[in-house]
């Protein structure tokens, strides 16, 4: 496993204010991918490239994490007064693990509301507010509320006129078998006292219990009234940011490979989905056709490569008699090289560094 950073200043920081911001990227694990991660992060001006970590301060973090069958999420992290906030519920968006491109598109807009799509797609939406834990709750429980004394939460109790019917035999559950002979060559002396087996009582009816009324008194389950949060204040700019300067891929996988392009900052959805069409959506069947055709040619491979085995080790069987076997083992084992003179082990290289997209400029959208 190893970690990867790589970033790009903007031409000019710029600030979302009253605007909407899209971040929007591609991500292709081509090398199956079982572990790591590949989201974009957006950076103030004034980061440090040269010593770009995990730990390095950012605004939103955007993206698949992948790791085992576990851990299948898309990450969507704001910064908010100097705390990272993880969306509450992360288990609804599932991120992808298989080889092909995944397009990944948030948009955040000026009325604290947000918009999740996974190739071109709306997966989830909703409110900053209510989906982090940006702000203290509006509501909070009554410190002073206290549930009554006499409040009777039980909706069934016994039937306080129901009695045990007078041929209701308290019979033990267990008794001992009738059937059972001690053994002739059982000894007392060495054995200990002999006692036959116990099995089920035919005639237990178990423990007597008085039937379930309607409780008269039953008042429902109590519930603790609440009171305004005196802490709550609304904040009308969760979603803004004002030095937006820089993006980058600051990540850690087991095994590198995944390619990413097609990196987008805008402050317009409609350009952005048409910048989808004319990218991700062009492509990606093709790639699922190439994809199938390469796994067609390589299963014929294979499928050939077994054959011919087989038909070899058949061969090896009608011409070989058994005889010679023994022989031929012996011939096997005079090519293997003797322990002194074997080569010594392969040193591994490390994995290559993931390829990134090219920096370029469009119009008023940035496009990395």
Not at 69 to 94: A, C, E, P, Q
Not at 118 to 134: A, M, P, R, Y
Not at 198 to 210: F, L, S, T, V
């Amino acid at each position: 496993a190893r970690f990867y950073a790589i970033s790009s200043k903007l031409d000019k920081p710029f600030s979302n204010e009253g605007k909407t911001l899209v971040v929007q990227f591609s991500a292709k694990h081509e090398q199956k991918i079982d572990c790591g991660g590949g989201y974009i992060k957006l950076y103030s001006g004034d980061m440090d490239q040269v010593n770009l970590e995990g730990e390095s301060p950012y605004y939103i973090m955007f993206g698949p994490d992948i790791c085992g069958y576990s851990t299948k999420k898309v990450h969507v992290i704001f910064t908010y007064k100097g705390k990272n906030m993880l969306r509450k519920n992360d288990v609804s968006l599932s991120g992808k693990d298989d080889e092909f491109t995944h397009l990944y598109t948030l948009i955040l807009k000026p009325d604290n509301t947000y918009v999740v799509k996974i190739d071109n797609k709306k997966v989830e939406s909703g409110s900053l507010e209510d989906d982090w834990d940006f702000l203290a709750p509006k509501k909070i429980k009554d410190p002073e509320a206290k549930k009554p004394d006499d409040w009777d939460e039980r909706e069934y109790i016994a039937d306080p006129d129901d009695t045990k019917p007078e041929d209701w035999d308290d019979m033990p559950k267990n008794i001992p078998d009738p059937d059972a002979k001690k053994p002739e060559d059982w000894d007392e002396e060495m054995d200990g006292e002999w006692e036959p087996a116990q099995i089920d009582n035919p005639d237990y009816k178990g423990e007597w219990e008085a039937k379930q009324i309607k409780n008269p008194d039953y008042k429902g389950i109590w519930v603790h009234p609440e009171i305004d949060n005196p802490e709550y204040k609304p904040d009308e700019n969760l979603y803004k940011y004002d030095d937006i300067g820089a993006v980058g891929f600051d990540l850690w996988q087991v095994k590198s490979g995944t390619i990413f392009d097609n990196v987008l900052i805008t402050d317009d959805p409609a350009y952005a989905n048409q910048f989808a069409k004319e990218t991700f959506e062009k492509t990606k069947d093709g790639e699922k056709k190439m994809k199938d055709k390469q796994d067609e040619e390589e299963k014929k491979r294979i499928d050939a490569e077994e054959a011919e085995r087989k038909a070899k080790d058949g061969d090896k069987g009608d011409d070989e008699p058994d005889d010679e076997s023994d022989e031929d083992d012996d011939a096997d084992d005079s090519d293997l090289p003797d322990e002194d003179t074997a080569a010594p082990p392969r040193k591994l290289e490390p994995p290559s560094e993931p390829p990134v997209a090219d920096e370029h400029a469009d119009h008023d959208h940035t496009e990395l």
